[in-house]
Every structure is written in C-alpha cells, then in structure tokens.
C-alpha cells in the first residue's frame, strides 16, 4: 500500500522526457543486503579482526565503504586495516554476488525500469558503490542498458548523504529538483534528496523500515518497486502528488 506522505507539486505531469527518476542500488533494486552482510563478515575473518554482528552491519549498509569499515571498525577511514578491509570486502563481495547477479533485482524492479523507460523518463542510479563496482553488478544483473548514467561514491567528493551526487545527476541531465525524483531505501538516500530540491519515494523492501524512512520525510513511502513505478505514473494525472 503507497503512503502519501507529504503534498508536493504537480510538475510531474509535464512531459515525461525531461524528468529524471534516480535509483539506489543496493537494497533499492537488487535484493543484496544479505550479501553485503555475508561479504563484510568474511572480509573481517580474513584480516582477523573482531567481527561485527550482522545488525552492525546492516546498519552501515547505504554508506561509502570507507565510512562504513571505519565505523564498524572504531578506525580512521585512512587507517590501513580499514584499507585492508575494503579491499578484501569488494573481492569477496564480486566472488559472491556475481555469479548470482541475475536473481538478484526485486520483484517488479526489471518490468518496473522497462515501463519508465517506455514511457520517456531518463532513468540514473546513484549508489555508494565505487563507479566500476556498480557497473559490473548492474551488469551482471542484466540491467545496466536500462540507465542513461551510474553515478557512483568515488565520482563526487561529499557522497550520500550529502546532495552532491543528486546534484550532478540533475547537472547532466539538464534538469531542475522539481523535475526529478529519488528513489531509495535508506533514509540517507531521502536526505540527499531533499537537500537537492528532490522529490523522494522511500521503499521499505530494503535496509531501513517504515517508521526509520518516515523520519526522514521522503514524499511518498512504497512497499515495492511496482508501488514505485505506479506512485511516478499516476503522478502525471494526480495534481495532489
């Protein structure tokens, strides 16, 4: 069930060419929380050192891998064990998730980017993912033509939750905030929007629950991505939205 949140404008209406919707990817479109999880834990075994609980974990997921390791581990984000970490994290992470990578999308979520795309919105994903690393899963997933742009942690200096990386992908495509939506499922991801003039639609099938994503304040909260893309279609016949 979609929950209206808060009254925003009718610009969505307009022609549909010109709007941008911009995705998360992790926990957004893929179901990979688990195996971020599962990669993080065997990266911490490898370079022995005290794992984390899978909660910790979680918690973490949706922030730059830097800030995340440095959390988990109580180190500075330039301390060479949280290098070490990363590095034996995303190796472990591509071993796992990869070969797996086509049963990973949500339900809804391959329909869901077709319908957008069918009906004239430029589609982005803005992850904090490295650039490559979300290249290679978008692609092993069978999803990566689907996007106009990637937009990854390592190509903007302030990541989420900071507006940076919205702001650039509005700056290429030409768009304003009214003219762009974000989709995620973390409240990071709702920061950012805002702080950009965003439009957001949080999704609870992720990371972060109802009641964590409602204190963020996205515009609309969904259930899944079908709610998703039904919430951006009617938006253009629906002068409340």
């Not at 957004?28 to 834990?41: R, Y």
């Not at 869901?112 to 589609?123: I, V």
Request: aromatic letters at 4%; hydrophobic letters at 45%; one cysteine or more.
């Amino acid at each position: 069930m979609i929950e209206r949140v808060h009254r925003v404008g009718a610009d969505l209406r307009k022609d549909a060419v010109t709007f941008v919707i911009a995705c998360d990817l992790d926990g957004t479109l893929l179901d990979t929380p688990g195996l971020i999880v599962e990669a993080c834990t065997a990266a911490f075994t490898s370079i022995d050192v005290a794992v984390p609980d899978a909660g910790e974990i979680r918690a973490t997921i949706g922030l730059p891998l830097e800030q995340a390791f440095s959390t988990l581990l109580g180190l500075p984000e330039d301390d060479p064990t949280v290098t070490r970490g990363m590095r034996q994290y995303r190796a472990l992470f591509d071993e796992i998730a990869l070969p797996e990578a086509e049963s990973l999308p949500f339900p809804g979520v391959s329909r869901g980017l077709a319908t957008l795309r069918a009906a004239g919105f430029t589609l982005a994903v803005a992850t904090s993912k490295s650039h490559a690393g979300a290249h290679a899963l978008l692609a092993a997933a069978g999803l990566r033509d689907r996007f106009a742009m990637v937009v990854g942690a390592d190509q903007v200096s302030r990541p989420k939750p900071d507006p940076e990386m919205a702001r650039l992908i509005m700056r290429r495509c030409g768009v304003s905030g009214e003219r762009a939506v974000m989709v995620g499922d973390t409240s990071h991801d709702v920061v950012m929007a805002k702080a950009a003039g965003m439009r957001s639609i949080a999704v609870t099938s992720g990371v972060h629950g109802r009641e964590q994503l409602a204190t963020a304040g996205p515009d609309r909260v969904a259930d899944d991505f079908d709610e998703v893309v039904a919430t951006i279609l009617a938006a253009r016949e629906d002068p409340a939205w």
